[in-house]
């Protein structure tokens, strides 16, 4: 292996380790664990039948759990390596701000993905507890999920050379659960427009194109729902727009943290 | 020294992580234990608007009443997603309305399309027998009172819009593959009976919710198979909503074809049409409501009564409030045409 890929492997692997240590995923696991079981306390109001709204409940808290895990662990990461000053150690291994940014998005993405998994695993024996099922779609939404978690760590690293920590959380956030309500709204927003207003329908229809859809990533109510699994066209599309669109991000970062003056 | 590396403080400590897990599960205990001790309804008095407006209303009844309203309507809302297999629904806008977009329809066997497609059936079946008696057939189905949906029922538009209300291109597209979205004709509809702790949770936030209780006892009784309950479930809505037209009409309804108790049903449907008399401005599913009690009420004045001069005075009155009330015309004629009439 060369040194290169070693040194990016140790940083990826630091990166996870620093997360986990702080403990958030086990607090938000357990808020989790507390939040799915209490669903099924709905039973003692003499009501049974409950697989799709355990599921429907369940799925939403993984969802928000983990995307809150995902934009907070990841704002943190370049803002207080330049804080605590353990950035530059680093950069002089030597490690280019590329391969630092790499290992950076990577980490930040390995947390994601073993947070997502270990919360599809929750859900996953709650929903079997509950006797509810899971298709095929399930393992879509996973994998979707995690194509939406690579645009979102690319976004959020982006977005950190930028902005302050707090505000970066707060837009990214507001990106990520604001997505859906974009994405609906600016369809019916154009519409209205298209005769009073064109140019500002069309600017706002250039606007939704060049944002990014963390709406088209969730599966989650097809899961509720049971309804049978995409095609692969679809998955083979949204997971070119999901790599093109982290590339994108993460090119655009590499630009802004090569400038920057630490 | 200065600046020595610290890291941020976690969100928890360690020893916090059982004392909220401990916390969570005394709050579900205690709900448990408190639903369990006191089975009795939540008072009425504390959810509608015109309650929170009392000058004796406490902050924390007007709070939390406000907050249990709103979230009463926000599963009411769920409840119609889950109906129709996730699938989201919007109001159109006028401008939508104007252009001659349609709303979404249905033609399925729901149960609002149920009873609106076994209307007729029944009403005819009804006629069809002698004075006094019913028929075990029309016992079986029940009717709500969406007189707008007459083979079906109807919503405003799709969340997610058809390709040809869509100026997102290829998103567009993706966006109706992976999220619920009903080509004309290919919708599946949810277990109803997935739909029953939503109605029961509903009301249960805000028990002056009259049009939970009504679709609510009809999913019940109707997919449920579970009568009694249905029947109970509205009796419930009736205390806590004395003066709901709708669910007097539904409950006067409910004892007439399914129970057979035109006796307990008729001062039901006479005290509907009283409420409607008094109130001036009527929503639509009041509207709806009413009218259904008029033609009730003339169906069981001259079937179950035999009384058809206190049917055709229902069918007078009710007509010159709702002309164009199809059936209740056709009961007045069937009526006028009885010999000796």
Redesign the interface.
């Known amino acids: 292996m060369s040194g290169k890929l070693i040194t990016l492997r140790g940083l990826v692997w630091a990166t996870l380790l620093e997360s986990i240590r702080?403990?958030?995923l086990?607090?938000l696991l357990?808020?989790s664990l507390?939040l799915m079981g209490?669903t099924g306390?709905?039973q003692?109001?003499?009501?049974?039948?409950?697989?799709?709204?355990l599921k429907d409940i369940s799925l939403f808290v993984v969802n928000v759990c983990v995307l809150v895990l995902c934009v907070t662990a990841t704002a943190?990461q370049l803002p207080?390596e330049i804080e605590?000053?353990?950035l530059f150690p680093l950069l002089a291994k030597p490690m280019s701000r590329a391969e630092y940014l790499v290992g950076k998005f990577f980490g930040s993405l390995l947390l994601a993905v073993v947070a997502l998994a270990l919360f599809a695993a929750e859900f996953a024996l709650i929903a079997h507890i509950g006797g509810a099922s899971l298709g095929w779609i399930f393992a879509q939404a996973l994998y979707?999920r995690i194509l939406s978690l690579s645009v979102v760590v690319a976004m959020v690293l982006c977005l950190s050379l930028v902005l302050t920590h707090s505000a970066n959380v707060v837009i990214s956030l507001m990106l990520v659960f604001g997505a859906s309500l974009f994405?609906?709204s600016?369809?019916?927003v154009?519409?209205?427009l298209e005769e009073t207003s064109p140019l500002v329908g069309k600017a706002l229809?250039w606007v939704?194109?060049f944002t990014p859809?963390f709406?088209?990533?969730?599966?989650s109510?097809?899961v509720?729902?049971d309804?049978p699994p995409?095609?692969w066209a679809?998955l083979g599309?949204?997971s070119l727009?999901g790599l093109a669109y982290t590339l994108v991000l993460l090119v655009v970062a590499q630009l802004i943290f090569r400038r920057k003056s630490i | 020294m200065k600046d020595s590396p610290r890291s941020a403080p976690p969100l928890l400590r360690p020893a916090q992580i059982p004392l909220l897990a401990l916390t969570l599960f005394a709050v579900a205990l205690a709900g448990y234990l408190g639903r369990r001790l006191h089975n009795e309804p939540v008072s009425p008095s504390l959810f509608t608007y015109a309650d929170l407006r009392d000058s004796d209303a406490t902050p924390v009844v007007a709070l939390l009443g406000e907050f249990r309203a709103n979230l009463s309507y926000l599963l009411m809302m769920k409840t119609e997603q889950y109906l129709h297999s996730g699938i989201r629904y919007r109001p159109l806008t006028r401008r939508e309305i104007n252009l001659g977009r349609e709303k979404i329809h249905h033609d399925f066997e729901l149960p609002e399309a149920q009873h609106a497609a076994h209307r007729e059936t029944e009403e005819a079946a009804v006629y069809q027998q002698r004075p006094g008696e019913h028929s075990a057939q029309s016992h079986d189905h029940d009717h709500e009172h969406q007189h707008d949906h007459k083979h079906g029922h109807s919503h405003g538009a799709q969340m997610v819009p058809p390709p040809e209300w869509d100026r997102r291109g290829i998103f567009g597209h993706l966006d109706r593959a992976v999220h619920p979205y009903e080509q004309e004709g290919e919708i599946e509809h949810g277990d109803t009976r997935e739909m029953l702790p939503w109605y029961r949770l509903t009301t249960y936030l805000n028990p002056r919710f009259p049009k939970a209780y009504v679709i609510g006892a009809f999913v019940i009784a109707s997919y449920g198979g579970k009568l009694d309950e249905g029947e109970e479930f509205l009796r419930e809505g009736h205390r806590m909503n004395p003066e709901s037209i709708e669910v007097k009409e539904a409950l006067g309804r409910f004892l007439l074809h399914r129970r057979r108790k035109p006796a307990e049903a008729k001062p039901l449907f006479t005290q509907a049409i009283a409420l409607g008399r008094k109130k001036a401005d009527l929503t639509q599913d009041e509207i709806a409501a009413l009218s259904s009690a008029y033609s009730n009420l003339a169906l069981l004045e001259w079937k179950s009564n035999r009384d058809v001069p206190a049917a055709l005075a229902v069918c007078r009155e009710g007509l010159e409030r709702f002309p164009d009330y199809a059936a209740l015309e056709r009961i007045q004629r069937e009526l006028l045409a009885l010999p000796g009439t």
């Not at chain 1, 003692?44 to 709204?53: A, C, I, N, T, Y």
């Not at chain 1, 709406?215 to 599966?219: A, G, I, P």
């Open positions: 702080r403990k958030d086990y607090v357990i808020l507390a209490g306390f709905i003692f109001f003499g009501v049974s039948g409950l697989e799709q709204f943190r207080r605590m000053r353990t979707l994405s609906r600016i369809n019916l154009y519409f209205e229809l939704y194109y859809h709406d088209l990533f969730d599966l109510e097809k509720v729902f309804w995409v095609s679809t599309a949204l727009y």
